[in-house]
């Protein structure tokens, strides 16, 4: 992405500096630097239960079984690291001073937003069968929805979703997951993976159209006036030239478009 947006920092080296952490213990180097990279959290049954707490996803690995302090009648396993909803909050603990995420108004009291430079549409999968036809539809008693929490469009849902219920994961794969062994409804997502998961469901649909569709921005910390103003200006201008277009068709991106100009998204 930053070689395609054409970023002073695409060319640089990569940091060799974690072959010389003392004692071999990076996590410590990483807690030193980014304190918010070891925050704790949930660990959640690839079903949605919740088992436990964890002290930070720097401390595991996919595979992992040791050492994940939960009791139980079989092994577990560590398959998936989610940090989904996370790069929002981080920005409360200085972990990041630049971010590629999507401009939602719970996060505009801590994040200075520039204008959208890509809109992804969200929209609903359904299971071969359903009556449901219409994105419309579905906010109706009875009705489950399995997304991903903290994902924008699930904040989006939050604030609109009147008699559905929405039954959030820890992670987009988890609600992939959880929407077929639990027989869900819906599945709400980004029209990007949707198009991929629905490959795998055979007699399942995408619903025509969207509920919403994801402004992804840029964003810094709301106390960076001059980055802000600097990113707002480096969006119009990647935009305008074609590039973002260009890194769509590139990278052979289906659903997404380029955001319109700032002016015309007032």
């Not at 660990?43 to 707490?53: A, C, K, M, W, Y």
């Not at 359903?130 to 994902?151: L, N, T």
């Not at 569709?213 to 001059?226: E, F, L, N, Y």
């Amino acid at each position: 992405m930053a070689r395609d947006l054409r970023l002073p920092v695409a060319e640089k080296s990569d940091s060799q500096d974690i072959c010389f952490v003392p004692q071999g213990r990076y996590t410590s180097v990483i807690e030193r630097l980014k304190p918010g990279a070891a925050e704790a959290g949930d660990i959640v049954h690839v079903d949605g239960r919740v088992l436990g707490r964890h002290k930070g996803i720097i401390n595991y690995t996919i595979g992992q079984r040791r050492g994940l302090g939960i009791p139980g009648p079989s092994p577990l396993y560590v398959v998936r690291l989610d940090a989904a909803g996370k790069l929002a909050d981080a920005v409360k603990s200085g972990a990041w001073d630049v971010a590629f995420l999507g401009a939602e108004p719970q996060r505009a009291n801590e994040i200075a937003f520039t204008a959208a430079y890509l809109e992804i549409p969200a929209t609903y999968l359904v299971p071969a069968g359903s009556p449901i036809r219409s994105v419309g539809d579905v906010d109706r008693e009875g009705i489950r929805i399995a997304v991903s929490d903290k994902s924008a469009y699930e904040l989006w849902l939050s604030r609109n979703i009147k008699h559905a219920q929405l039954i959030r994961t820890q992670g987009i794969d988890a609600s992939f997951d959880l929407f077929v062994g639990q027989k869900m409804d819906a599945l709400a997502g980004l029209k990007p993976r949707l198009l991929m998961d629905v490959t795998k469901l055979p007699g399942a649909r995408l619903l025509d159209g969207q509920f919403t569709a994801v402004q992804q921005a840029i964003g810094t910390p709301k106390s960076r006036d001059a980055a802000a103003k600097y990113l707002r200006a480096f969006v119009e201008e990647v935009k305008a030239s074609g590039l973002v277009a260009e890194a769509i068709s590139k990278n052979a991106v289906k659903g997404v478009s380029v955001a319109p100009p700032a002016s015309a998204q007032k």
